[in-house]
């Protein structure tokens, strides 16, 4: 299936490791030229040149803390810089900082907000120009299954991330005019750093061992397996494409089954 993305630009928001950086080489693949972020400019370099060297694409770097203004706006800018334009954004963050809701403090809750929502709303805000002048864009916003069914221990991640979907609906009404989709995938339990930290936080949160956690946690997932980065790619590659054009303000969760809600 041609993808018709061979040419255009694609920013990928938090890209240096994980989901972000599967989806950066996948996009790659695709014949885009990719811009890699991460807050470290030494890593976000090395991810560059490797994903460049495999997939031949023309692939920028760029450092930047995606929870600031200057980083949010600095990045998606960046590309414009180098490539003329934006045609495809993904937006993404770390996770905000784990806990139960009695151990965290206000700015515990401030820092999640401009991490996992106002990145968004700044991102968003610096392509859509891009955007509106060709007539032609993709929004992905990546987040967490968490948003239809709280996760133990995370409590910021449970009460900040379901704004994210909210916003997409809205953009999806006022910017389909423009031809500009907005969707948001929600990831599942992909092996990453924070998946592990999070299930030894919640092991000895249980007086259990970690490897009886991993083994409950693996039961509530009907494929039998945890996620792979390229897993959640794939949807996002195909939501960027030219053959999901009529796929706009939905939210569509890749987790292995693992959320068994109807809608």
Excluded at 23 to 45: F, I, P, W
Excluded at 178 to 186: A, F, S
Aim: aromatic share 4%.
């Amino acid at each position: 299936m041609d993808l018709g993305l061979s040419g255009k630009t694609a920013v990928v928001a938090g890209s240096t490791k994980g989901i972000g950086r599967a989806t950066a080489a996948a996009l790659a693949r695709e014949g885009m030229r990719v811009v890699v972020s991460g807050r470290e400019q030494t890593v976000a370099d090395g991810v560059a040149r490797e994903i460049s060297e495999q997939t031949g694409a023309q692939v920028r770097s760029v450092a930047a803390d995606v929870s600031t203004a200057a980083g949010a706006a600095g990045l998606v800018d960046e590309a414009s810089r180098a490539f003329g334009g934006v045609d495809v954004l993904v937006t993404n963050a770390g996770g905000p900082k784990p806990g139960g809701f009695d151990e965290l403090t206000d700015e515990d809750f401030l820092a999640g907000f401009h991490l996992n929502f106002l990145s968004t709303v700044r991102m968003i805000r610096a392509a859509l120009p891009h955007m509106r002048k060709q007539r032609w864009g993709r929004i992905i916003n990546l987040q967490s299954s968490c948003i239809k069914e709280p996760v133990p221990l995370v409590t910021l991640s449970n009460a900040i991330r379901p704004g994210v979907p909210g916003l997409a609906k809205d953009l999806a009404d006022h910017l389909g005019p423009d031809q500009i989709t907005v969707n948001t995938v929600l990831s599942g339990p992909v092996m990453t750093d924070r998946l592990r930290a999070t299930t030894a936080a919640r092991a000895a949160k249980a007086g259990i061992s970690e490897e009886e956690q991993w083994k409950r946690y693996l039961a509530l997932l009907p494929l039998g397996r945890f996620g792979k980065p390229h897993d959640v790619a794939a949807m996002i590659v195909f939501l960027a494409s030219e053959q999901a054009g009529w796929i706009t303000g939905t939210v569509i969760q890749v987790d292995g089954g693992r959320i068994r809600s109807a809608v």
